[in-house]
């Protein structure tokens, strides 16, 4: 990655193959502006077509992670105010994006705060945060997919309680329902979710986890499982074919890092290459 750009509402951070984009509006609790939505859009658009970044990490300046959206802004979730970022396909869809996205839910997280984190990929949560989907208490209905994902996460009893309540709850219990990976002291948020991130960018290989996150997100969407088997031993029969296979083995057997080569979305199937 070569020197990390300039942003008005972003910090940007990279190292041992992971960049971590801190929301940096501390005294709006990094609510989103039109700014700071068009800024992660720019900011996860570039990241996914670095090779050299294979995670990344996002959090939020000072006590919150985010409260949603900058009302005072224009903003309402799901329409925006018309100006590039709040519509971009890569907020909309970043099930989409080849990288893996890692939320470390650092403090307060509703509404907006909370659904863009729902559709990462992984999230850790301070135990203390509150979080909530707060749209009905707002005179708003669910955004950011919420309706569709959230009982895929935490089963369909749960989420209709989270979604008709939209009342608030502790990271602690986030955990212990399934919308987070894992609770932590906030101070321990950060690096938890780089130490994870660490992790996937050294001993993963990138074309497999790329195609590992496409297959799992299209599972969700296929009703037919013998379809969803067939298309997974497709790409597993790929994924054997590639020099990550035999560099992954050989890597485990001499007990060392791996060395990637398949790194670009060149190194993808085609078809994974067309729909980027």
């Known amino acids: 990655m070569s020197g990390p750009p300039e942003f008005e509402t972003l910090l940007v951070e990279h190292d041992r193959g992971v960049t971590v984009l801190t929301l940096n509006r501390p005294e709006r609790r990094n609510a989103f502006d039109s700014v700071m939505t068009s800024e992660l859009a720019r900011a996860m658009r570039m990241l996914d077509d670095d ?68 559709m990462w990929d992984i999230r850790i949560a301070a135990e203390d945060a509150k979080m909530g989907f707060v749209f009905t208490r707002r005179g708003l209905v669910p955004e950011g997919n919420a309706s569709w994902l959230l009982s895929r996460l935490v089963g369909a009893a749960v989420a209709i309680e989270l979604l008709l309540t939209g009342r608030i709850f502790s990271g602690a219990e986030a955990e212990r329902l399934g919308l987070v990976s894992k609770a932590v002291p906030a101070n321990q948020v950060l690096d938890n979710a780089v130490e994870l991130a660490v992790d996937i960018a050294a001993n993963t290989s990138p074309a497999a986890t790329a195609v590992t996150k496409r297959l799992f997100y299209r599972s969700l969407e296929q009703p037919d499982r013998v379809e969803a088997r067939r298309e997974e031993l497709e790409y597993f029969r ?16 001499e007990k060392r890092i791996p060395e990637w080569t398949c790194v670009s979305r060149d190194h993808l199937p085609e078809v994974f290459r067309r729909e980027e």
């Open 51 to 118: 090779d050299a970044v294979r995670a990344i990490v996002v959090t939020g300046a000072g006590k919150a992670f985010s409260v949603g959206a900058d009302i005072s802004d224009g903003i309402v979730p799901g329409r925006g105010t018309g100006r590039e970022g709040s519509s971009d396909p890569v907020l909309l869809r970043p099930w989409e994006l080849r990288t893996p996205v890692i939320a470390a839910i650092n403090g307060a997280a509703v509404g907006m705060g909370l659904t863009y984190p729902l």
């Open 238 to 253: 790929w994924a054997s074919g590639q020099p990550d296979a035999k560099e992954g083995v050989q890597a485990f057997l």
